[in-house]
């Protein structure tokens, strides 16, 4: 089947928990012989080439001056250069939805969708740390109500053929530039008539990074509750300008 994953890398040590998770990842995506493209801004560049390119995955160094958006926009960008059906933006960390993959992009192959958002189950919900879970749910609820669409945005993944991933590449980093990078293009998709549609999958959170993310306040609270505001604080305003809300 013809999937090429984009994703983005930043860790300060081969050691680190998230790093180890992404080489995971890695190991799945090799398993299932899906091509992998990760722009990474790591501080040892070199070791992290080394370890990731003996595992099969295209590196390219994040160019200078980068935002966390112009950043996935490369890894898209490189992605599409790998001329498959459908471009796949996962997180480095996500390895348990590999093997979901290929199920979630049937309804892009047949032709019945531009963009597929796969979806998570309640067990798959009460896998994450529980305030990532209601906040998550929060999210989504705001995000039904500003686009009428039934997805699980917050979850992250999103796989897309050509048309759809124009609408990733076209983002002009209006509000930020960071996580809204791949949230307010599906807004500019559904206002562009293209077809979104969920997926639902059996992906369940490492339990080790639950385990960690419910005892760091930084990214446990203080980022969770972050990605929440800035999000539907942009969605909001995006759903007003394109005339998806009053």
């Known amino acids: 089947m013809s999937l090429v994953i984009a994703t983005t890398t930043?860790?300060?040590?081969?050691?680190?928990?998230?790093?180890?998770?992404?080489?995971?990842?890695i190991s799945h995506t090799v398993d299932q012989k899906i091509p992998v493209v990760m722009v990474d801004s790591s501080s040892n560049p070199e070791?992290?080439?080394?370890?990731?390119e003996r595992k099969g995955v295209i590196v390219l160094r994040e160019r200078s001056h980068s935002t966390m958006g112009s950043s996935r926009r490369q890894a898209f960008a490189h992605a599409a250069e790998?001329?498959?059906?459908?471009?796949?933006?996962?997180?480095?960390?996500?390895?348990?939805?590999?093997?979901?993959?290929?199920?979630?992009?049937?309804?892009?192959l047949s032709g019945a969708a531009d963009i597929v958002v796969p979806s998570r189950s309640r067990e798959g919900l009460l896998s994450y740390p529980r305030l990532q879970m209601y906040a998550e749910q929060c999210g989504n609820?705001?995000?039904?109500?500003?686009?009428g669409l039934e997805l699980d945005a917050w979850f992250g993944p999103r796989l897309m053929n050509q048309a759809g991933l124009d609408q990733f590449l076209a983002y002009?980093?209006?509000?930020?530039?960071?996580?809204?990078?791949?949230?307010?293009?599906?807004?500019?998709?559904?206002?562009?008539?293209?077809?979104l549609q969920s997926m639902p999958t059996?992906?369940?959170h490492p339990p080790i990074q639950t385990e960690t993310e419910e005892i760091e306040t930084a990214t446990g609270i203080t980022k969770r509750l972050e990605q929440l505001q800035t999000l539907v604080t942009a969605l909001s305003q995006e759903a007003k300008r394109l005339g998806l809300t009053q």
């Not at 070791?47 to 990731?52: I, M, N, W």
């Not at 939805?97 to 309804?107: D, G, M, N, S, T």
């Not at 609820?141 to 686009?147: C, G, K, M, V």
Request: proline letters at 6%.
């Open 10 to 25: 930043r860790y300060l040590s081969i050691n680190n928990l998230r790093c180890q998770l992404a080489l995971e990842m």
């Open 82 to 108: 790998q001329k498959k059906e459908v471009v796949v933006w996962l997180e480095p960390e996500k390895a348990p939805l590999v093997p979901f993959l290929r199920a979630a992009a049937q309804p892009i």
């Open 172 to 195: 002009d980093g209006l509000y930020g530039d960071r996580w809204d990078s791949i949230f307010i293009p599906l807004l500019r998709a559904q206002a562009a008539d293209l077809r």
């Open 47 to 52: 070791e992290f080439r080394r370890v990731f």
């Open 202 to 204: 059996e992906y369940r």
């Open 141 to 147: 609820e705001a995000f039904r109500r500003l686009s």
